[in-house]
């Protein structure tokens, strides 16, 4: 599968569960040989993700707007860490390196995320497989909505996700 786009977080969530799966998913990547494209951030669930796939021996490439980096926010304990000048051009450069992505809990920025690479599958422009980690039931809702979409005729092409409640089952499903 080669590398992995993570899409998650840059904040822990009020549920120290969440923190233990950003450190599982970091690892359990790293382990199984794949590596990992993010948001290039050293706080959060991205932050624990990074980490721990390094700490794994994992590769960790972070890319992240210049404007970020400035404010402190940039990993410099990644395996590479590539600056850009947008956010777009951040979701752009992530796409390019990975053939994979998951989308992880996260609040606006993981949606956004989530949602233009869906858009762009949906329309033609990738076909990389799309999961959501699931973990606590935290995507219930918007798969609920998802599904609403559908049957009211909004939602056309590849819109697949593939959705799991645990890292490994995602990894196996999506290779």
């Not at 969530?13 to 993010?38: E, K, S």
């Not at 304990?77 to 390196?97: A, P």
């Not at 990975?98 to 422009?125: H, K, N």
């Amino acid at each position: 599968m080669g590398r992995i786009a993570i899409f998650c977080g840059a904040s822990a969530g009020n549920d120290p569960r969440y923190m233990q799966m950003a450190i599982d998913v970091g690892r359990t990547i790293a382990n199984r040989g794949n590596g990992i494209v993010y948001g290039g951030g050293h706080v959060g669930l991205m932050g624990l993700v990074a980490d721990a796939a390094m700490k794994a021996g994992g590769e960790v490439i972070g890319v992240i707007p210049r404007f970020m980096e400035k404010a402190e926010l940039a990993h410099q304990g990644v395996t590479q860490l590539i600056l850009v000048d947008t956010m777009h051009e951040r979701k752009q450069r992530m796409h390019e390196l990975s053939s994979a992505v998951i989308a992880l809990p996260g609040g606006f920025g993981t949606m956004d995320e989530l949602f233009e690479l869906l858009t762009w599958r949906q329309i033609g422009l990738h076909e990389q497989p799309i999961g959501l980690l699931n973990a606590f039931g935290f995507y219930d809702a918007l798969l609920q909505q998802v599904e609403h979409m559908r049957k009211e005729g909004f939602l056309h092409g590849d819109t697949r996700l593939v959705v799991e409640t645990e890292i490994e089952r995602l990894l196996d499903r999506l290779a």
